[in-house]
């Protein structure tokens, strides 16, 4: 049982490059979710799906796109990537959204924009 | 909109002293509380959570209890270890309605020196 899984851990890019990052879950979760890390700021939440060929908006959406064609995957893309996407990327998954649930972390990918 | 708010870092304690964490939030409506940590190069974990006022959440020594009328969540630790030091995070969960995202304080990063 691995839980959530995340590749690649690391990646640079140069500006107006693109990349998807993948996120995997082997717990059967219905819910999904990318959040960015950036220093002093916490995480914010960039897109969540609550299942299979669902997807919604997060706090900080813009630049990004998510797709759920699968119930164990939900990949983060960037279609042109820019300096303010340098971050640290963590996939959750959950139950769903009732009050006892927890999300499970992934480890993270560390993205740097130059 | 949901808040929190916890103390500002960088905190450095001895092994063995007493940990204290504060944390204070503001939503609407019964959230559910957590306590996440993040060990260096790692994701976040679960440490603990509490579901409705008056709860103590505990796990590996560290305790909180869901204040609803001062809307506090401090976590504590008698005597902290070396294994202890990381970045803390407090978070909510809203009940209810469309609201599936988890709102993060920005981190308190804990330094235990042997």
């Known amino acids: 049982n691995a839980g959530v899984t995340q590749t690649p851990k690391f990646r640079v890019l140069k500006t107006g490059q693109s990349m998807t990052l993948l996120c995997a879950q082997d717990?059967?979760?219905?819910?999904m979710y990318w959040y960015r890390q950036d220093p002093g700021m916490g995480l914010r939440l960039i897109h969540y799906?609550?299942?299979?060929?669902?997807?919604a908006k997060g706090e900080v959406p813009d630049g990004y796109n998510v797709s759920r064609l699968k119930k164990q995957n939900f990949l983060l893309g960037l279609e042109s990537a820019a300096p303010s996407q340098t971050s640290v990327y963590f996939c959750?998954?959950?139950?769903?959204?009732?009050?006892?649930?927890?999300?499970?972390f992934g480890p993270g990918t560390r993205l740097t924009v130059l | 909109g949901n808040s929190v708010t916890q103390m500002e870092g960088p905190v450095t304690l001895s092994e063995e002293a007493f940990l204290t964490i504060n944390c204070t939030y503001t939503?609407?409506?019964?959230?559910?509380l957590f306590w996440y940590v993040q060990y260096p190069g790692e994701g976040l974990q679960l440490l603990l959570k509490a579901t409705k006022a008056d709860d103590k959440g505990s796990n590996k020594g560290f305790e909180a209890t869901y204040r609803k009328e001062t809307t506090s969540f401090h976590l504590e630790k008698g005597s902290v270890q070396v294994s202890d030091s990381a970045v803390y995070f407090c978070?909510?969960?809203?009940?209810?309605?469309?609201?599936?995202?988890?709102?993060f304080g920005k981190g308190t990063l804990l330094t235990v020196n042997p």
């Open positions: 717990m059967n979760h219905e819910y």
């Open positions: 959750a998954s959950s139950w769903g959204v009732q009050r006892y649930n927890e999300q499970f």
């Open positions: 939503a609407t409506g019964y959230p559910s």
């Open positions: 799906s609550v299942g299979e060929g669902t997807t």
């Open positions: 978070a909510l969960l809203n009940s209810g309605g469309s609201n599936y995202k988890l709102t």
